[in-house]
């Protein structure tokens, strides 16, 4: 990954955002697949997780630092669900935030991956809605 725009400080926001992005997918995607049985919104959350990719994804690698991360630790809001709602409403918004920090920092350096993951971001909001008003 070659950029005047991007440090390595802000290689690691991305290489963590991505991460977490399809980390929050994945969590969804789980419940609806194996405790819903829900093919058609399980197959469409994996499809938008293996969007979630950027070519230079194995180059990022290089500033990850996830030991050193000075948010590591739990919060007590993170420690704590109620329900199975709680769950998947926890993990959509943390994907959709993360789609949204992509969406921006990608505005320096690639407008086709800045609109990747605004499109991203804007299916998750759809995905949300289906899910959670059919629960």
Request: proline letters at 1%; a positive charge.
């Amino acid at each position: 990954m070659k950029s005047n725009s991007l440090s390595p400080e802000l290689f690691r926001v991305i290489d963590a955002n991505i991460n977490r992005l399809k980390e929050g997918i994945r969590v969804v995607e789980d419940i609806l697949r194996y405790k819903d049985n829900n093919k058609e919104l399980s197959s469409k959350l994996k499809s938008l997780r293996h969007k979630a990719q950027i070519a230079e994804q194995q180059e990022l690698l290089r500033y990850r630092d996830s030991i050193n991360d000075v948010l590591r630790p739990s919060t007590k809001s993170e420690q704590n669900r109620f329900s199975l709602e709680d769950i998947l409403t926890a993990n959509l918004k943390r994907a959709q935030e993360s789609a949204r920090v992509l969406e921006e920092l990608y505005k320096l350096d690639n407008i086709t991956y800045s609109e990747n993951f605004k499109t991203l971001r804007y299916e998750l909001y759809n995905v949300e809605k289906e899910i959670m008003l059919n629960r």
